[in-house]
């Protein structure tokens, strides 16, 4: 076993915190570090001198096998990604949850020969964040799609506003006018002393209640504004009720 | 370039068929979706060529999943695609439905070994006629453009690139996919050396 050789490198292997196995073109394993013990819950004793396949359907698994063995002659390095594969190696989570794992398979090379050092990483939690930073973004997404559709929205409805405020200002100013030119005239009756007391309380009542009349639109103008009556255009009474 | 048989360059060709024909099937084996490679254009390509057809990048960034190698040859490889090529390749690859495809670090994972199998299956077809002593490093991803890609690779401007171009069909999708070969000027020698000899064992 390669462990007997009091290899320095068996010792570091030992304490790396990922799953290391190194295994023979025979698949017996010649080290199982304390990661592997932990994650699979399966002691060195049981595995060590063992054939790997037995304790593992995945490598049992022809497409695994394949890709590896050119790894036993120095060939090039293989990768499974937790993606494709999910898990080489059984070992849940406390809760029972699967341990994704992201899986490298090196040639190693000792005097008796080509050994395959598979490295197993967790990556679980890794997955995990990607997952939650996916949905996060997604919702971020959505919400700015429907900000941008509510800004468009309400940008519509100040245009179609500005243009009903412009058009009732309109309305409202010939009455006014009207109003301005006739108090004019009552002051220079009054001054040129042209009409009777009685002539210009009459001309001052009717510009009161024109002047009322006036007040009156403004104030339904500013109801039509706040409780969104039929006059309002269609897309800022729909910004009201929104 | 000039001194290379053509005869040695449709040997070459094989072999990189070969090993591109292998990669599918594997491809295949593993996932879900039907990919089919196509017969791949083989070029050999100087440094300067490379610069030239970077431009067919447009400068930008690219996903590759790199492997280097030292030893009977030196030199690294690389298979290459434009980076929204190779999301919307995995994305099809693992049958995720997407509307942007992204290439975060699981994505990329995949891509590596995506990039891993079709590297593994040309190096091995060259590899298996070398029979020598040949170390290799594991796959990494990498995003850079293709002019930077072999930086820390190039020792001279001698080096040669073997450049292979196949197109990745999976489901709806089309991704052109590249693999750089970069060799240091012997290690070349050594492959067409190998492959000249191996053109005079064979039997008429």
């Given at each position: 076993?390669?462990?007997?050789?009091?290899?320095?490198?068996?010792?570091?292997?030992?304490?790396?915190?990922?799953?290391?196995?190194?295994?023979?073109?025979?698949?017996v394993?010649?080290i199982?570090?304390s990661?592997?013990?932990?994650?699979?819950?399966?002691?060195?004793?049981?595995?060590?001198?063992?054939?790997?396949?037995?304790?593992?359907?995945?490598?049992k698994?022809?497409?695994?096998q394949?890709?590896?063995?050119?790894?036993f002659?120095?060939?090039?390095?293989?990768v499974?990604?937790?993606?494709?594969?999910?898990?080489?190696?059984?070992a849940p989570?406390?809760?029972?949850?699967?341990?994704?794992?992201?899986?490298?398979v090196?040639?190693?090379?000792?005097?008796?020969?080509?050994?395959?050092?598979?490295?197993?990483?967790?990556?679980?939690?890794?997955?995990?964040?990607?997952?939650?930073?996916?949905?996060?973004?997604?919702?971020?997404?959505?919400?700015?799609?429907?900000r941008?559709?509510?800004?468009?929205?309400?940008?519509?409805?100040?245009?179609?506003?500005?243009?009903?405020?412009?058009?009732?200002?309109?309305?409202?100013?010939?009455?006014?006018?009207?109003?301005?030119?006739?108090?004019?005239?009552?002051?220079?009756?009054?001054?040129?002393?042209?009409?009777?007391?009685?002539?210009l309380?009459?001309?001052?009542k009717?510009?009161?209640q024109?002047?009322?009349?006036?007040?009156?639109?403004?104030?339904?103008?500013?109801?039509?504004i706040?409780?969104?009556?039929?006059?309002?255009?269609?897309?800022?009474?729909?910004?009201?009720?929104? | 370039?000039?001194?290379?048989?053509?005869?040695?360059?449709?040997?070459?060709?094989?072999?990189?068929?070969?090993?591109?024909?292998?990669?599918?099937?594997?491809?295949?084996?593993?996932t879900?979706?039907?990919?089919?490679?196509?017969?791949?254009?083989?070029?050999?390509?100087?440094?300067?060529?490379l610069?030239?057809?970077?431009?067919?990048?447009?400068?930008?960034?690219?996903?590759?999943?790199?492997?280097?190698?030292?030893?009977?040859?030196?030199?690294?490889?690389?298979?290459v695609?434009n980076?929204?090529?190779?999301?919307?390749?995995?994305?099809?690859?693992?049958?995720?439905?997407?509307?942007?495809?992204?290439?975060?670090?699981?994505?990329?994972?995949?891509?590596?070994?995506?990039?891993?199998i079709?590297?593994?299956?040309?190096?091995?077809?060259?590899?298996?006629?070398?029979?020598?002593?040949?170390?290799?490093?594991?796959?990494?991803?990498?995003?850079?453009?293709?002019?930077?890609?072999?930086?820390?690779?190039?020792?001279?401007?001698?080096?040669?690139?073997?450049?292979v171009?196949?197109?990745?069909?999976?489901?709806e999708?089309?991704?052109?996919?590249?693999?750089?070969?970069?060799?240091?000027?012997?290690?070349?020698?050594?492959?067409?050396?190998?492959?000249?000899?191996l053109?005079?064992d064979?039997p008429?």
């Amino acid at each position: 076993m390669l462990k007997g050789s009091g290899d320095i490198v068996c010792t570091i292997l030992e304490y790396l915190p990922v799953g290391i196995c190194i295994i023979d073109s025979d698949y017996v394993v010649q080290i199982w570090n304390s990661c592997m013990e932990q994650w699979t819950g399966v002691g060195r004793d049981t595995l060590i001198g063992t054939d790997l396949r037995e304790h593992f359907p995945q490598v049992k698994k022809e497409t695994f096998q394949n890709r590896i063995e050119g790894v036993f002659t120095g060939g090039t390095p293989v990768v499974f990604s937790s993606k494709i594969h999910t898990c080489i190696f059984d070992a849940p989570l406390p809760g029972g949850r699967v341990r994704r794992q992201q899986t490298t398979v090196l040639p190693v090379e000792y005097p008796t020969g080509w050994y395959a050092m598979v490295v197993c990483e967790d990556v679980t939690s890794l997955t995990d964040e990607i997952q939650a930073y996916r949905r996060m973004k997604d919702t971020a997404l959505q919400e700015l799609e429907r900000r941008e559709r509510a800004e468009y929205n309400l940008r519509v409805a100040n245009e179609d506003m500005l243009a009903y405020i412009s058009e009732a200002t309109v309305r409202l100013k010939t009455p006014m006018s009207l109003v301005e030119e006739n108090l004019q005239e009552i002051l220079h009756e009054i001054e040129e002393g042209t009409s009777t007391p009685e002539e210009l309380t009459t001309a001052l009542k009717m510009q009161i209640q024109m002047a009322a009349t006036i007040a009156l639109n403004l104030q339904e103008l500013n109801h039509a504004i706040i409780a969104g009556k039929k006059e309002i255009p269609a897309a800022y009474r729909n910004m009201i009720q929104q | 370039m000039a001194d290379i048989p053509e005869s040695s360059m449709d040997t070459l060709r094989e072999l990189i068929n070969i090993g591109i024909g292998r990669a599918a099937g594997t491809l295949n084996e593993l996932t879900r979706a039907r990919v089919i490679l196509e017969v791949p254009v083989v070029e050999l390509i100087s440094m300067e060529d490379l610069r030239n057809h970077a431009a067919s990048f447009n400068g930008r960034d690219t996903s590759a999943v790199k492997i280097d190698f030292n030893g009977y040859i030196a030199g690294s490889t690389a298979m290459v695609f434009n980076t929204p090529g190779a999301a919307a390749l995995v994305y099809a690859i693992t049958g995720e439905e997407f509307e942007k495809p992204e290439l975060d670090v699981m994505m990329a994972e995949t891509l590596k070994e995506v990039g891993n199998i079709c590297i593994n299956g040309v190096m091995g077809s060259i590899g298996n006629i070398l029979h020598e002593r040949i170390t290799y490093t594991p796959p990494r991803y990498e995003e850079s453009t293709v002019e930077h890609l072999f930086k820390t690779n190039t020792i001279d401007s001698q080096m040669l690139i073997v450049l292979v171009n196949t197109r990745f069909l999976v489901s709806e999708i089309d991704v052109d996919g590249y693999i750089m070969m970069l060799f240091e000027f012997a290690s070349l020698k050594n492959v067409f050396t190998k492959i000249a000899q191996l053109g005079e064992d064979e039997p008429c």
